[in-house]
């Protein structure tokens, strides 16, 4: 893998996880490309272990050959690290160890956090993230080799065009003319109910009243219709004065005000 293929391929990881964590990419990218061989050490290739942190990890360990210090004097042993499924979860493990710290120190790279990486790559080396005391010079050289810099930078939509904002005011427009329409509607339509509302309780209140009357088995006779009620009566037509139907009265009535009636002598 070259320097470049490198970078093309951690950059994503590096810059999704600065959004989220505020470590800067290029440290991110820098250490990863130092502790790595540019992705081309054994760790790496089989078990995506970008900064050689050890222990197990989310697709357990790999047991590897290593050199320790012991008294001052290299050692060889072999000790587990951890195995990732992808770069991805690397880097975000490596975020973590920076955000959380050690056990006895959980603020031991808090200055690494919110700062440019030339000062993130002191600040992890002043930490004692690496015992080799070049290890900023060869962070920071890497950075601006290939101006890593650069993603440390969250670019933001290209501004828009005076024809583009244009078209957004007119749409905000049309926006709070369709608004203003709408609530219109909502109003007539909310009349319009009430009203039919009403008209059909009254509708019913009539409905209901008329029932009541024609169910009625006893009528009351007005004065004016009574000679005509007693002349049914006499002839017959009627068994008592109250005993007529409901369209008995009806039509004394229509004849009554059709001037058709004798109600006297």
């Known amino acids: 893998m070259t320097n470049a293929e490198f970078i093309a391929r951690i950059v994503p990881f590096a810059v999704a996880d ?27 290739v089989k078990a995506n272990n970008l900064f050689g942190i050890k222990g197990s990890g989310p697709a357990g360990s790999i ?27 690397s880097v975000a493990d490596h975020s973590a ?70 078209k957004l005011v ?11 329409l709408l609530a219109g509607l909502t109003v007539s339509r909310d009349t319009l109910k009430t009203g039919v509302q009403e008209q059909g309780q009254a509708i019913k209140n009539v409905t209901d009243r008329l029932g009541v009357i024609e169910g009625r088995a006893v009528m009351n006779v007005p004065a004016w219709a009574e000679p005509a009620v007693n002349a049914a009566v006499a002839a017959g037509l009627l068994d008592t004065p109250t005993g007529g139907s409901y369209d008995f009265y009806r039509l004394l009535t229509v004849l009554q005000r059709a001037g058709l009636l004798v109600t006297g002598r």
């Not at 600065?18 to 790496?44: F, V």
């Not at 320790?68 to 072999?78: F, H, L, M, S």
């Not at 015992?131 to 900023?136: C, E, I, R």
């Open 18 to 44: 600065m959004q989220r964590s505020h470590i800067p990419a290029s440290l991110t990218i820098a250490q990863a490309a130092l502790e790595s061989g540019w992705g081309n050490s054994g760790l790496t």
């Open 63 to 89: 047991a590897v050959r290593t050199t320790e210090y012991i008294n001052g004097k290299p050692v060889q042993v072999t000790a587990a690290f951890r195995a990732y499924n992808d770069w991805g979860e």
């Open 97 to 166: 160890l920076i955000i959380g710290g050690v056990s006895w120190n959980r603020n031991l790279y808090s200055k690494v956090i919110g700062v440019d990486g030339q000062t993130a790559a002191r600040e992890i080396a002043a930490a004692g993230y690496a015992t080799d005391p070049n290890y900023t010079a060869k962070l920071i050289q890497i950075m601006d080799t290939f101006n890593l810099y650069q993603y440390d930078e969250i670019k933001e939509d290209d501004e828009m065009s005076a024809e583009d904002r244009q």
């Open 170 to 180: 007119n749409l905000e427009a049309e926006l709070k003319d369709l608004r203003v």
